[in-house]
């Protein structure tokens, strides 16, 4: 699986953005897909993510304002994050596993977007 994602930008603090990840292959509705963030001189941190079910799971400091979601018939997953603060700032990332269990750690994901840079201004 290719994944690849956007929708990254410049946001002021409250605003909100939609990140995109789109993938390629014919079994990407039976993957589990996460959303990754890394912060400049930070260690790449978990987000959220979504299994092919449907269930979704999220990191504590963006429950509430962040929503993850997924359209199998376009291949896509969506990251809708609202009420953005300058923390939330870093590069994120799609990542996709084949099984379709959670996965809360960068390891247990095979395919990796190529990132999508989110900046908060306070």
């Known amino acids: 699986v290719q994944l690849q994602a956007s929708g990254g930008g410049l946001v002021q603090a409250g605003g909100s953005l939609r990140l995109s990840c789109v993938a390629s292959?014919?079994?990407?509705?039976?993957?589990?897909v996460g959303w990754f963030r890394q912060a400049p001189g930070k260690e790449r941190e978990f987000v959220a993510a979504?299994?092919?079910?449907?269930?979704?799971i999220y990191v504590d400091s963006v429950k509430g304002r962040f929503t993850i979601s997924r359209d199998n018939a376009k291949n896509t997953v969506y990251l809708q994050m609202n009420s953005l603060k300058p923390e939330d700032t870093a590069v994120y990332y799609c990542?996709?596993?084949?099984?379709?269990?959670?996965?809360?750690?960068?390891?247990?994901?095979?395919?990796w977007g190529q990132g999508t840079q989110v900046t908060v201004s306070s």
């Open positions: 292959g014919r079994t990407f509705s039976t993957y589990a």
């Open positions: 990542a996709s596993r084949s099984p379709s269990s959670y996965g809360l750690g960068p390891h247990e994901y095979a395919s």
């Open positions: 979504i299994r092919s079910s449907g269930s979704t």
